[in-house]
């Protein structure tokens, strides 16, 4: 069962997609005409598109302003770390075969939310898997061209596949965790259809697909024209350029100050805005005057305490989302005292989790209280027994054998208010139970270095982890069964077992439910974690901007759906 | 002849000066935590991805080997592609420089608006109410935090009076930028008639440099008032009193003398000034060299870091052996 069908229940084997231009044409044409004989419907019909074709030329002229609060960095999709800001323009520029359907229903705070586990084609029309589900067959969409012209069909996707795996990149792993680790798994059938060929079945492969790390489609012939003998991927030139194919084209990028977004006239897919332009404002409180000031339609990066200031403001809309990012502090396991589980168990009763919620998540969030976060299919936080209790944490570590408490070194990327705030009351928590923190302030690479490094014994940063397949399996597997991930180095053999026999197993299999409940009853019990918040996601806009639609999985903001009315 | 001699042993003895900077700041990027290709490949990377990484910009060459390999590049002008961007340093230096330099010289230039005729005017009205409310003026110059000063400026010139532009940065994003000629929007919007963007950057600049300039004026200030009060007190200022010279004569003669140890402080700030000021850059969104300094240190960007440093210890090099040369013509006491 692949994911789409997972979410649809009975969904046929088959995924039809949306309509090319031509075949859209014939088909209404011949539904017109069947409905011209009964009168009224037949003028609903053609209304419609005359609406749609109104607004857009309407909203054509208008230019989207956005006020972010950095630069673009490495505009590679498939070597980019992704932070925010590239991520939101990466998702605008490239393409990709499979992405998320969005239903037209409005949701809390009345925007859409994007279904993270039912999917629709974007450059593909339809898949279609074989009888054992080991190999899926894409079929691409007819006539579909890159902004030069050069062709879209399945040999420029096998491309961009294969340079996929050929980078050796985040995209990578993230075919090599279904097995899909040699460009001649990606088989290319004819001019419109390719097929990926996996060892195993696995339910993970569509949600893997729907992001640019592994799927961006980038021009083969912009790559080629620019790769070398020493460079065969051009990474060095698509750093910062970009061979695109999405619904946007980087029109001018002027560094340090702001970027041009055009729409892609070869896109397939409306265009709501046809140009937007992004400002670097790094001072939040210059973001907020931009905004109020309707200087600018869009401000991002806005700091959890100005949230409910601005939501006074009539000619905002404020958007504090819930999200499914974990943020946790974490120890490493293999060092003293933390090797000792009731030691752990010990801090995690002496957190000030309400305190930390209303002070620093300003009320805003969700308390996590389990290694999967609400949100994600089969969470549990019923495993949870940590309730804020000070004799409690004393009396378990006394049985650790620190009556006496201990000291501890608690480590924090330096400039961010939320982990210092955070930290501060971690350490004002945890000396009531008697244990010391001493708060150390890393520069931000020294800090993320040691992190990769797996050198940190206790530290915490806000900076958290999103999974961007909605999947709980795939959670645990990054952040514990996989190196890569495991910062504190806990790895649960039980849970790692459950977690690689199950991972690529349909999400409704009743055993894959009990392994995943199995998993986070280990893992609340183990305490590797000091469990803590689940931040909401944040945008201003202003009221009259529309069409937004929120997508859990990446968080990034298709500009496509955007309009200015 | 013997000026040109001087100039030319100025700026060879740059070489050691700047050999010996290259070193210690190659030596000082390693030795700070934080490991740069975590950085470049982010923790979804293999360890074999990771190794090639390293292999790829030479940074499991030996300290020696990799300092070498730098000096040679920057011999041929190559100070290396940011780890982060992958931009060229240089190109990126080049591009703020010219942003920095524009903020700083304006700024600069309203500072010593202010601060002369303030400095003047209190020695003048020495222990007065004039002189009180010049260093009243020149307190708070110091004392009030630029950040807060640019906020609050902002708010009430932009956001409540409607007088100052938006805090986009060197021009409004509804003007395009003026043809490229020397990087300074002032200039090169004069220099090709571009009115729009002259008027656009003037708008966006003037805010951003008074609150850059009113932080560097009160020592500025501080030693006009002082030269003036001991010019003014000085044997040659009683004598043209006495031979019955006008008041303004005897401020003309005395502000010559005054305005000699305002020159090495203008230098001095002028010289501080070009390495980018955070605090200002950050809050009117100035992508000026500041900024990129604390951007590439909190990222361990070995190439930017290196060599904003090697530039910001040229640029006092220079500024001091312009000082020098202007000395000459200003001191004719100075010979070389």
Known sequence: MSNEERSEGAAPEVWEGPLDRRELLVKTAAIGSALAASGGLASQVAAAPRTIARAGRSSARKTLFVANYGDMQNLDPHTSSADTVTGDMLTNLYAIPVTFQVPARLGPSRIRYADPNKFRGQAVKSWKWNRNRTEITFTVRKGLQFPDGTPLDAEAIKFSLDRCLGVAAVGSFLFGMIGVTKPDQFQLLDSRRFKIVLPKPSSLLLGNMAMFYGSALLNPKIVKNHATRSDPHAQGWLK??????????????????????????????????????????????????????????????????????????????????????????????????????????????????????????????????????????????????????????????????????????????????????????????????????????????????????????????????ISINNDPLYHLYWLFAQDCCTYGKYQNPKVVSLVNRFVNRPLTDPARIRAVNEAQRIIVNDAPWVFLFQPPWIAVMRKNVKGFAYYSTDQFIRYADLVKT | MKLGFYVARRVLLLVPVLLGVTFITFALTRIIPGDPVALIAGPYVSPDRKAEIRRQYHLDDAFYVQYVDYVRDLLHGDLGTSLVSGI????????????????????????????????LLAALKKDGWVDGAARILGTAGISIPVFWAGIMLSYLLFYRWKVAAAPFGRIDPQVDPPHHLTGVYLVDSIVTWNWRAFRSSVQAIWLPAFVLGFSVMAPVMRIVRQGMIEALDSAPATALRALGARPSSVIRHCLKNALLPVTTMVAIVYGYLLGGSVLVETIFSWPGMGLYVYNSISSSDFPAVQGFILYATTMYVVVFLLLDLLYLALDPRVKY
């Open chain 1, 240 to 465: 910062t350029h970009a061979a695109e194919s999405g619904w946007y084209t980087l029109d001018k990028w002027d560094v340090g100050s702001g970027w041009t977004l055009a729409a892609n006239r070869e896109f397939w897919e409306p265009t709501r805005t046809k140009e937007i332009r992004f400002q670097v404002i790094p001072d939040a409180q210059q973001r907020e005057l931009l905004i109020r000031s309707g200087r600018v339609d869009l401000a991002l990066g806005i700091p959890l305490k100005d949230v409910a200031r601005l939501r006074r403001d009539a000619n905002l809309k404020v958007l504090s989302i819930p999200s499914r990012a974990v943020a946790w502090a974490g120890f490493d396991v293999t060092a003293k005292p933390f090797d000792n589980r009731l030691v752990r168990q010990a801090i995690l009763y002496a957190i000030p989790y309400d305190t930390i919620m209303r002070e620093v998540m300003r009320g805003q969030g969700v308390q996590l209280k389990s290694p999967i976060p609400k949100g994600t299919p089969n969470s549990s936080f019923r495993f949870w027994h940590y309730n804020t209790d000070y004799e409690k944490a004393k009396t378990l570590l006394r049985r650790a054998g620190y009556p006496s408490g201990f000291s501890a070194q608690l480590d924090i990327p330096a400039g961010n208010p939320v982990d210092e705030q955070t930290a501060a009351w971690i350490q004002q928590g945890l000396q009531k139970a008697g244990i010391d923190v001493s708060i150390n302030k890393q520069p931000a690479a020294a800090f993320t270095g040691q992190l990769q490094a797996k050198k940190h014994k206790f530290w915490f940063s806000s900076q958290s982890w």
């Open chain 2, 88 to 119: 060229s340093v240089q190109g990126e230096l080049s591009r703020r420089f010219a942003a920095t330099f524009e903020l700083t010289t304006v700024a600069l230039l309203i500072a010593l608006a202010l601060a002369i005729p303030l400095g």
